[in-house]
């Protein structure tokens, strides 16, 4: 006969409550983030029309009680577009160079300082990154405009690549290094046409989420590029963005731009949603 | 160079054939390795060099005075220091508990069909802009949290608890804020919870099963002590991204610089909303040197807080070696 002790039934209590609770908060902390994702899709996608995706910036227009704006967020794209790539291209250089630097050079003090500078530029607020470039440049040069804030973005862009590449540049099998060094070749030779070619498609989805998550940053955007009610292509005058749009749009009264600011919303989420499955459907078969 | 190649050995030769351009290729990936290094050095020193004006004129006493007027010249900075600190700390006691369950859940708990798509979806949140997150705090739960949580709580215990009082009229207040970075930070403090929880050894586990625990004794008296480290290194790093967080803040916090609000559910103001929202504005040299500063202070806060935060999280990943951790 199983002898139970004595306090069992008490212990058994606590332990199902405590289960409970844990799935209960599991599920309590999830309904806000569908929430907002809810909220988004439905609020954002009823705000997409053509004129969204085809026009800049209309001052709302007051019809009787009805206050219309038909414009719509081309320009924030535009501007998205050619910040964040302007972005892409200074940090993608430094980022893949660094990484390569970390992956192939790994044990010495100079890797450990670049992995710990990696770690500070990560952790640091985006603001911080903002307040940097406004008085760097911003301050020096007297104006606001578009590269500033290409500037600020790639410094947060630099360390996700820079470290997306050392792992993924670490999980080439070394086998792999030793049979181009068996063929003569320098580690130069060899990093670049076998060890590169064999990394590039998760150095690719690298910079694609350092894309994505630059896309999205505002802060740094506040202090640098301003923003424009134009449609413009001059990245060396103040120009506009979707995250500034959604902000600046947020504080405006008219409920026809909260509209578009739910719109922008949209777009950046699934910007980032999309990125982020495609980089997880695309690294579940290669790295099995 | 044949007589070069014949004072060699055969090894030294071999190398030389075989490393040619090798050291330009050191040279070039070591270059952009300390521009990253270079990066570091330069926002230290602009900080630095940019708030020396406010350091040498109030230091940081200024950061404990109340009453934020730039245009008088008062930078009292306590104002946005108790704003930041406020806001943070509800966000962590919101998010804390809530994010270790969820990680306790994610790896003890759930169903294996669930766990990978639920991990993502977790994940997946961490990555959205921080600006949806205010737009979202602004018109939906600013609104709803006004009117069917703080003007009820303002007319009860806020009568007896001042810190609970006061007016309610805007929806934003701290405590709303405090709210949203709670949601914010709360895949950051689950990811890693999962993460220093699903490498606590199994022989933890089943030392306390064969004792005849409970699951949940396993988890509280095994589990979790076994992976405290790494917990609260994940609550750190979450609590740094609260204190660093501008968007979600400005948006929400309402923008009540000149003083200490009274209650939580007044508006108040962070640092770093305060920074973004007044830094391309500033009224002269000083009012900027002290947003600067600011900037400062709040880039090394966060720099300690993920100093300690890695440090503990990669302890407890690495885990004892042959000895037992209590």
Known sequence: MISQASNYRRRAIVDQIMRGMAILATIVALIPLFLIIGYVIV????????????????????????????????????????????????????????????????????????????????????????????????????????????????????????RTTEEILKLVPQTVREASMALGAPKWWRTLT??????????????????????????????TVLGNNNL????????????????????????????????TALVLTLMVLLVNISVRVATRNRLR | MPQDTQQLTTW???????????????FITLSFALAVVGLVAVIGFVIWNGSELARERFGLSALFQD????????????????????????????????????GVFLTELCPQWLKTPLSFFVELLAAIPSVVYGLWGVFVFAPFFRDHVAIPLANSVGQVFPLLGGTVTAGRSLMVTGIILAIMILPTIAAISRDVIAVVPNHQREAMLAVGATRWEV?????????????????????????????????????????????????????????????????????????????????????????????LVWYSARGPVGSIRA
């Open chain 2, 67 to 102: 009453g934020w007027n730039p245009i008088r010249g008062n930078f009292g900075a306590l104002p946005a220091v108790y704003g930041t600190l406020v806001s943070s700390m509800i966000a962590l006691c919101l998010a804390g508990p809530f994010g270790v369950l969820i």
């Open chain 2, 219 to 311: 988890i509280w008296k095994a589990v979790l002590p076994y992976a405290r480290a790494g917990i609260i290194g994940g609550m750190m790093l979450g609590l740094g991204r609260a204190l660093g967080e501008t968007m979600a803040a400005l948006m929400i916090v309402g923008g009540q610089k000149s003083r200490v609000p009274e209650s939580l559910l007044e508006p108040g103001i962070t640092a770093a909303a305060l920074i973004a929202s007044e830094l391309p504005n500033a009224n002269d040299f000083l009012h900027e040197s002290m947003l600067i500063f600011m900037a400062f202070v709040l880039f090394g806060i966060t720099l300690i807080l993920n100093g300690i935060a890695r440090m």
């Open chain 1, 232 to 263: 413009s292509y001059n990245l060396m005058a103040p120009i506009a963005a979707l995250p500034l749009l959604t902000y600046r749009y947020t504080e405006q009264p008219f409920p026809v731009l909260n509209d578009l600011a739910w719109g």
């Open chain 1, 43 to 162: 609020r954002g996608g009823s705000s997409f029309s053509i004129a969204f995706f085809t026009e800049a910036y209309r001052a709302p227009i007051a019809l009787g009680d009805d206050i219309r704006s038909p414009g719509g967020v081309l320009h924030g794209i535009v501007g998205t577009i050619l910040i964040t790539g302007l972005a892409t291209l200074i940090a993608m250089p430094v980022g893949i160079m660094a990484g390569i630097f970390l992956a192939e050079y790994p044990s010495n003090s100079v890797a450990m300082t670049v992995r710990f500078c990696t770690d500070v530029l990560s952790a640091a607020p985006s603001i911080i990154v903002g307040v940097v470039a406004y008085t760097l440049i911003v301050r020096t040069t007297g104006a606001f405009a578009g590269y500033i804030g290409s500037i600020a973005l790639a410094v947060l862009m630099i360390p996700i690549i820079t």
């Open chain 1, 194 to 223: 076998v060890v590169l070619p064999a990394a590039l498609g998760a150095i690719v989805t690298g910079v694609m989420l350092a894309f994505a998550r630059a896309a999205g940053e505002t802060a740094p955007l506040i202090l």
């Open chain 2, 12 to 26: 030294q030769y071999i190398q030389r054939r075989t490393q040619h351009g090798d050291v330009f290729f050191w």
